[in-house]
């Protein structure tokens, strides 16, 4: 017999000598009539309907299971941008490029199993991205401010004859790089921090101090410590030193300068604050304390001031924040919202809120002809005052706020104090259903934190012509700390987008665009490492 026709015959006899219990459709193997397909549910892209990084990684989670308890095999993925594959991927995970700004991406898995039914039905899941940055982008405008400060520190803390110096320098130190500290603490950047950490520290250089202090010499406070700068100023200090201490960098933060900061913490809160509003002061006094206590217990430092810090950091949540929000209801595409509005006291008697009940029917203009100029020729303000009943503080000082927010909840625990869910949704839907304001091609923001568009600091302390009018201010929510909430709110980040697409985030030695890429890169609902 034929070699090659006994070798196909007995091909022949094995197959069917099985009794056709082993066949194969569509590349599946069935032992058993009744064998159940493996299946794969709760399939979700590991991620944030957000912001990213070129580079960041987009996880898949799901769960597999099978009936008949066949183990998984080789399950698929496929990839898909806007609903076309992308080709040549068979992982679990996708790395994202600049091209997925504003995509929706999509992974479809197919389970498979070991034995039994091997292949399982797809299943699709999606992730609708905003926008995929360039780290480079960030960090040139990170070096750039950086670098700006390096020399302006140092001219400015300079001391005068009289042993004095313009510690208002320190005010604007944080205000532009808060963010990057919070952002680096978030990712785990070491070269920021590493950076910074060499920033925050030169003021403790004892050519720059007087018994342990900053003496001012500007602005009629000369030869006093200044409390609004140096306390910003701490927040910045104590994050980055607490940020460095958990990332492993090595702190030289000597005990001489841990006791400076220990005294000045004590004699803030040694102070009665002001119930009346929330006083920026004590919104930086606060986290501070928690930030610094965070960095002594990291570095193995005890304090004997602690009960006396949580005693005083829970009386400020509990009788100058709780009591100061207002509900009021939103509605946005035919859906109600709760708005959170905070601390609206009004400020009748303020100067700064003198005029705060006007809006775009005046011009920023000088002239004693025209009646909608604000200001007359020689730049007094001529229109009656018209102060508000109710009012929030303006977006420039409300960016405190964000901060204050990010650094209780992520620090407060210790101290037995919390933001609590509801309140940062709701904060967030205000900022973006309130405070932001016009069409996405003409996008402007309110001069004031709860929607009110008004005029702020008008002919302010003498000054000829000067006053923000609606629209002067915008550049302070987007280049500021407001993009914290587009987590809670895709519209913030929608708002802030349109914004620069129109008007640019330049200025400044690179600290708009600075804040505003750190602000929509952090994430303040992940905890960060402890």
Known sequence: MNKLF?????AIFLLTACGGTSTFENGEKSNDENNKRPIVKDVLINGKSANYLVGDTLLTNYSYSDEDGD????TTFRWFREGVEISGLNTSSYTLEKGDTHKKIQVEITPYAITGKLKGDPVLADISINQVIEYQDMRDAFDEHVAYFETRIRQSLQKDSDGYSDTYVLYDMQTYLQNAAIYADEKGDKEILERLLELVVIPFDPQYLTNGKWLNNSNNLVGKEVILPLSQYFSLL????????????????????????NAHINDWLSKEPWRGRVADTHLYFVQSTIQFYDFLIKKGKATNDFVAWKQYVQDYLTLNIAPKWEVETCSYNEKSHDCWLLDRTGFANHPSYAYAGYGKEFTKTNSDTDPYAMFDANGDVKQPKKPLSKVAMDISHGRRLNWFFESIKRFGQPFDVSINQEALEGWANNLALRVSQGTLEEPYFTIFSDGVDGWYRAGYIGRKGFGYAPGDMDIHFVGSSYGFFGVYNQKVYDWMEAWVEVNGVAGYSGAYKLNYLTSILIDITQDIKK
């Open 71 to 74: 183990k998984e095999g080789k």
């Open 6 to 10: 006994l070798i196909a015959f007995s």
């Open 238 to 261: 104590t994050r980055v030193l607490s940020a460095s201490e958990r990332h492993g960098i090595d702190v030289d933060f000597s005990d001489t300068n841990i006791e400076i900061v």
